[in-house]
């Protein structure tokens, strides 16, 4: 089972600095790679609070100069609000200066908020999408190519600085309708899937879709890797968990209002953090996620791993303003306990099942 740290580095409030927010990200991502994460996975958001990084490529590659081993990605590059020949360009930069360690993840992106102001109609966003990276693929196969669609028309086009992983770096797809999830199945790609802060019965559900849009491409689950992106904490310390699970239900408000397209703010920047009907109790966020003892996180990823057959789970670390010696500490007790008791499990398991 590979494991990711997934970076969303948020802002909770004026009381951290942008500054603090991206160094704080990036020691979380350099650590990663001692405590024996796969991969580090970084978002794209922009114009509020909600996460500050514009650029994951850019994150990428100055994450690339202070690792040698893990996987560096993006999760996601909105492709609406590119222009895909550039992007192409930086994808090619990205994976040099790497040294062949990028994964390409890629979305339609959904927060109006940014679309407006990119002047992009966010209702368009998947016919968008789905024609850019047909010119992504395009570019990253082709020596020179071409293209004439909708919202791209691309007289023959060489793109010099080109990737190092041939044919192209491992693309993912943030994979939420089964539109996207048959698109991953039929050109071969890879899934982001969340089932947000719900249990063992959503991700039940979530196999169930996997499995329906693989099988209408006349393939299977496990054609593809799937990324798991989950909230996990191991402690013993009542009040740490609770920390942590306030600032994973504060990311999960602001990411609902800006889905619902009902975000608000008094001073245009920072968004208000309400409370939704959606939300759950930090009862219910403890018994539907690994939350609790390191006993009891493994046993609870073991579960998780059974029911949806990821093959990878992405955790978040970076949430809100959570104390960033205490997430420190959280990922090295990931890389000394827990990734390898779960790894031993599955493998035991799998020889049982030989």
């Known amino acids: 089972m590979e494991f990711a740290a997934f970076i969303l580095a948020a802002q909770r409030g004026y009381h951290q600095s942008a500054d603090s927010v991206i160094r704080n990200s990036i020691e979380q991502a350099a650590l990663s790679e001692q405590a024996g994460f796969n991969t580090a996975w970084f978002a794209e958001h922009h114009f509020n609070n909600y996460s500050l990084v514009p650029s994951p490529l850019m994150m990428v590659a100055h994450c690339a100069g202070l690792t040698r081993t893990i996987r560096l990605g993006t999760a996601v590059c909105v492709l609406p609000l ?178 619902q397209r009902r975000q608000q703010s008094e001073d245009g920047y920072l968004l208000e953090e309400t409370p939704t009907q959606q939300d759950l109790s930090f009862q219910s966020m403890r018994e539907n996620l690994p939350i609790g003892s390191v006993n009891r996180v493994i046993d609870r990823l073991l579960e998780e791993i059974n029911v949806l057959k990821p093959s990878q789970i992405a955790i978040q670390t970076q949430l809100g303003d959570f104390h960033q010696k205490t997430m420190l500490g959280q990922i090295e007790l990931w890389g000394d306990k827990i990734i390898p008791a779960v790894n031993k499990s599955l493998g035991h398991a799998a020889g049982m099942a030989e």
């Open 82 to 259: 590119y222009q895909p020949q550039r992007l192409l360009s930086e994808i090619g930069f990205t994976d040099i200066v790497s040294n062949g360690r990028l994964e390409l993840g890629v979305g339609s992106g959904y927060q109006q908020f940014e679309f407006e102001r990119f002047g992009v109609d966010v209702d368009e966003a998947p016919t968008v999408f789905s024609e850019y990276l047909d010119i992504l693929l395009k570019g990253l196969n082709q020596k020179i190519f071409e293209h004439d669609g909708l919202y791209e028309k691309i007289p023959p086009t060489a793109i010099s600085v080109r990737t190092i992983q041939k044919p192209t770096p491992p693309i993912w797809i943030a994979a939420g309708s089964a539109r996207s999830m048959g698109r991953a199945y039929r050109d071969g790609h890879n899934l982001f899937v969340t089932a947000f802060h719900n249990g063992l019965d959503a991700l039940g559900t979530l196999r169930e879709s996997i499995e329906k849009a693989a099988a209408a491409e006349g393939k299977i689950a496990k054609d593809a890797k799937i990324s798991l992106l989950r909230c996990c904490y191991a402690s013993d310390d009542e009040a740490e968990i609770d920390s942590y699970l306030d600032n994973a239900r504060f990311q999960r408000r602001l990411s609902e209002a800006l889905h």
